[in-house]
């Protein structure tokens, strides 16, 4: 058999296929000839976002919440990738019950089920011990995902960027729209933004090579390092504004997120400020983009992708 045949009887079923990471995943994984699984709750809208690319990953129901769709999903694949999120809890919905007890649920489903290898979509920053219920969750995921599949791989990207995010998009736009721009707290937390297009690649890298030796654990993050007010100022640098920055305490920026939970589609949410207290860089001892191979690109490149979106209204 030849290594491409091998690769197209791969299956590889991407829970959260749908999603901001998920969909770069699954088509970088077309892109290479797998066969590919978007598992989501909402297969519907795969037509829309695949509708331009040569091939199409076949479209799966299932909820990681619900251990029958999420078997059916699984069964048959080689590989699991899990990019499920939940950023605003909502009643039965938990951090806990999303980012744990369902990521273990299906990690363990998929041992059973023989699949080979198990991705689990994480972040910079995951401590089981943090005091955010947030951080906490992701850091107790990782572990009981390591528990229910031994070998598991964790994947952890520092904020992502890219045309449709939800972080560089909503800067630039307020940037462009705000007099005075408000810190976090006093803007000092380091942060190390990386492009969404790089870490579907080093996913698609983790799946169909041997290069990641034994290496469980893995920190995506961007070119450059910035505090969060060297960010702002690049960005305002970039686009030609004269920017003006006043430190606002995190205690102010919880109360509001507080309240943009309510709205359908969380502006601010307080997960993402529990994120901004501490400094979000990937670890210089644990692997990222440079041991897989992969050369980050440059965060101008990404904001002119950004200007562009919003000018053809995308
Ligand atoms: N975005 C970032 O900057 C960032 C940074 C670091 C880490 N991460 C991590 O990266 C992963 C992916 O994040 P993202 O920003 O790409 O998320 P996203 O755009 O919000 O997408 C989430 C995906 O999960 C699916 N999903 C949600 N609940 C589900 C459920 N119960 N069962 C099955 N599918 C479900 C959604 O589809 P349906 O709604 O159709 O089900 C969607 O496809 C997450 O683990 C996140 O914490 C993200």
Do not use: C
């Amino acid at each position: 058999m030849t290594s491409d045949s091998r690769t197209q009887k791969r299956i590889v079923t991407v829970f959260g296929g749908t999603g901001f990471l998920g969909r770069r995943i699954v088509t970088r994984l077309l892109e290479k000839g797998f066969t590919v699984r978007a598992a989501s709750r909402h297969p519907d809208r795969l037509a829309a976002l695949f509708s331009s690319d040569a091939r199409s990953p076949e479209a799966v129901r299932a909820d990681i919440l619900d251990a029958s769709s999420a078997a059916s999903a699984i069964a048959g694949s080689h590989v699991v990738v899990n990019a499920v999120s939940l950023y605003v809890e909502r009643g039965n919905l938990t951090f806990e019950r999303v980012h744990v007890k369902a990521a273990a649920d299906l990690a363990a489903a998929s041992r059973k089920s023989r699949v080979e290898q198990f991705i689990q979509i994480s972040g910079i920053g995951s401590d089981s011990r943090s005091e955010s219920s947030y951080i906490r969750a992701r850091g107790r995921g990782e572990d009981a995902v390591a528990s229910a599949f031994p070998g598991a791989v964790i994947a952890r990207p520092s904020v992502m960027t890219g045309p449709d995010d939800a972080f560089l998009t909503i800067l630039v736009r307020l940037i462009r729209l705000l007099p005075v721009y408000p810190l976090f707290g006093d803007g000092g937390t380091r942060l190390q933004p990386v492009y969404v297009g790089d870490v579907a690649e080093a996913v698609s890298h983790l799946i169909d090579g041997n290069d990641h030796g034994d290496s469980s654990i893995f920190e995506f993050g961007g070119l450059q390092i910035y505090t969060y007010e060297e960010l702002l100022r690049e960005i305002a640098r970039q686009l030609d504004i004269r920017i003006r920055l006043i430190p606002m305490p995190f205690a102010v920026w919880t109360a509001l997120a507080r309240v943009a939970e309510f709205l359908p589609a969380a502006p601010l949410t307080r997960n993402q400020i529990d994120l901004m207290r501490h400094d979000n860089v990937a670890a210089a001892d644990l692997p990222g983009l440079k041991e897989l191979g992969i050369e980050p690109h440059d965060i101008s490149e990404v904001i002119r992708a950004i200007e562009e979106a919003n000018r053809s209204g995308i």
